[in-house]
C-alpha cells in the first residue's frame, strides 16, 4: 500500500481530482491510500464544496483555509501548512494538478523535504512569463519526480527543455519519468456527460434553447485587472448578443464580479446588466457547466479548462487571450486566439458561427489518463 496526498485548491484542481479519485476507487483502493489536503485557495461553496459533493470526492482530510490574498502571502502560508503536514504525513508521493499556487506551494514544500512529486498536467507552456502560471508550472515541472502530459505538444515541451524520455526506474527528481497520457479532465468530461444532461435543469431554469446561446467565461487577471482588456472584451459580448439577438450566458467568478464594478466604463456596466439578452449567473456547478458546454452554439472563454472542454464536446471557441497552452484546438481549426481586441472577437464569431459541428478529432486521449497514472505510479514504487 503507498500513501499519496493530493493538493487541491482552486476550483479547475478539485474538479481535476476526482477523476484520479475515482480511479483509486475503482481499482486501487487496495494499493493506494489518498489523503487529500486542501489549501483553501477557492472557498465560496460554489467555487469549492460544490465540486467536492457532486463529483463524488471524498471530504478533504485537511483544509489549511488559506484563502485569498498576494501572490507571495498566499503561497507562502500554504508553503508552511502543507510542508507541516508532509513531515506529519510522510507519504510516498505528494500530486500536483496544474499551474495555480497551490501546485506552486506544493512543489516548494514537498521538494525540499524530498518527498517525491507527481505532476498531471505538465509541460503546458504558454511561453509568456507574465502569467503567474507560466512560473507556477515551470517550477513544479522542474522538481518534480513523475509528469504525466495531457498532450503531445506537453511531452514534446518537456523535451525541449531538456527532460529524457529515456529515462527508466528508479526515478527521482534528477531522474524523472515523463508520461504523455491524456487528459484527465477528458475522462471527467466523458464520465459525466450523460450525468449532467440528465440531472442539470439549467437550461430550463434560463430559458435557453439548445444550439442557440454562447456560453462565456472571464477570469484571467490581465483581463479582469485592465479596465481596456475589461471592456473591450464586454463590448464584444454586448454587440454580438445584439446583433444577433442571440443569448450570452456569463457564470461569473468572483474575481470577474467584483472586477466589473470597478473596472467596467459605467454605461457599459448599466447596459451589461440591464440587457435582456445578457444572463449573468454566479459561477455554475461543473454538472451545469457540462450542460452548458454540450448544449452551446460555441464558446467564448479566457480559461484553459472551458477552451478544452469546447473542444470534447465539438463546440468552436473564441480564446480570449494572446495565447493558448492548448495550442492544437487552434491547429484544428475548432478555436481563434482573439486576445481582448473587441473587433477580433467579433470577426471571430463571425467565422465560427457557420463552423460544421463534426467531431472534432481525439487529441486527449482515450478517457483513461487517471488509471494510466495510478497504474505508473504504483509501478515506479514497485508496488506493481
Ligand atoms: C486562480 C489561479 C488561476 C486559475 C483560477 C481558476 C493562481 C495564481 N491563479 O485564479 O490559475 O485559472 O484560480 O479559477 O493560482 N475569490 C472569492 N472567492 C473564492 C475564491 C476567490 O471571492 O472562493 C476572489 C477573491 O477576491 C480573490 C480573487 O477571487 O482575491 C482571486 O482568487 P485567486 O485564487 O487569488 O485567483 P483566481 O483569479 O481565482
Ligand atoms: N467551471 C465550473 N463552473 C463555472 C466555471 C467553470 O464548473 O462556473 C469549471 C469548468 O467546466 C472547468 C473548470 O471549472 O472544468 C475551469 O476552471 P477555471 O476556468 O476557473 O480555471 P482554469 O481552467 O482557467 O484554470
Not at 477523476?19 to 493506494?32: G, M, P, Q, T, V
Request: contains cysteine; proline residues 4%.
Amino acid at each position: 500500500m503507498i500513501k499519496i496526498v493530493t493538493i487541491i485548491g482552486a476550483r479547475p484542481q478539485i474538479i481535476k481530482a476526482a477523476a484520479l479519485s475515482r480511479a483509486i476507487k475503482n481499482f486501487y483502493s487496495d494499493s493506494i491510500e489518498e489523503i487529500i489536503v486542501h489549501t483553501g485557495q477557492h472557498y465560496d461553496a460554489n467555487m469549492s464544496q460544490v465540486f467536492i459533493d457532486e463529483l463524488g470526492i471524498p471530504q478533504p482530510n485537511y483544509n489549511l483555509n488559506i484563502g485569498s490574498g498576494g501572490h507571495a502571502k498566499q503561497t507562502a502560508d500554504m508553503i508552511i501548512g502543507i510542508e507541516e503536514l508532509l513531515q506529519e504525513l510522510k507519504p510516498d508521493f505528494i500530486v500536483l494538478y496544474g499551474d495555480t499556487n497551490s501546485t506552486l506551494a506544493g512543489a516548494m514544500a514537498a521538494s525540499k523535504i524530498q518527498i517525491p512529486i507527481v505532476h498531471i498536467e505538465a509541460g503546458l507552456r504558454s511561453f509568456n512569463r507574465t502569467m503567474p502560471e507560466e512560473i507556477n508550472r515551470i517550477i513544479c515541472d522542474h522538481t518534480s519526480t513523475l509528469l504525466f502530459t495531457p498532450t503531445a505538444t506537453g511531452f514534446n515541451n518537456l523535451i525541449n527543455e531538456g527532460f529524457k524520455k529515456q529515462n527508466s526506474l528508479p526515478y527521482n527528481a534528477d531522474n524523472p519519468g515523463i508520461f504523455h497520457c491524456g487528459d484527465v479532465m477528458y475522462d471527467n468530461s466523458l464520465f459525466f456527460k450523460d450525468i449532467a444532461n440528465e440531472k442539470s435543469t439549467i437550461l430550463l431554469d434560463n430559458n435557453l434553447v439548445e444550439h442557440n446561446y454562447i456560453l462565456s467565461t472571464i477570469h484571467r487577471d490581465n483581463n479582469t485587472d485592465i479596465p481596456e482588456r475589461l471592456n473591450s472584451i464586454f463590448n464584444a459580448i454586448l454587440e454580438i448578443a445584439n446583433k444577433e439577438n442571440i443569448p450570452i450566458v456569463i457564470p461569473l467568478h468572483p474575481r470577474t464580479k467584483k472586477l466589473i464594478d470597478t473596472n467596467l466604463d459605467k454605461e457599459l456596466l448599466t447596459e451589461l446588466k440591464t440587457t435582456k439578452q445578457i444572463v449573468l449567473l454566479p459561477p455554475v456547478s461543473f454538472l451545469d457547466m457540462i450542460a452548458l458546454e454540450s448544449n452551446c452554439k460555441l464558446v467564448m472563454t479566457d480559461s484553459g479548462g472551458v477552451q478544452k472542454e469546447a473542444y470534447f464536446f465539438n463546440k468552436p471557441c473564441i480564446i480570449l487571450r494572446s495565447e493558448t497552452e492548448w495550442v492544437e484546438i487552434v491547429k484544428e481549426g475548432a478555436a481563434i486566439i482573439s486576445d481582448a481586441d473587441k473587433n477580433v472577437i467579433i470577426s471571430s464569431y463571425d467565422k465560427l458561427k457557420s463552423l460544421n459541428h463534426k467531431a472534432f478529432p481525439i487529441i486527449f486521449g482515450e478517457g483513461r489518463a487517471a488509471e494510466f497514472i495510478c497504474r505508473t505510479v504504483l509501478e515506479a514504487s514497485n508496488c506493481i
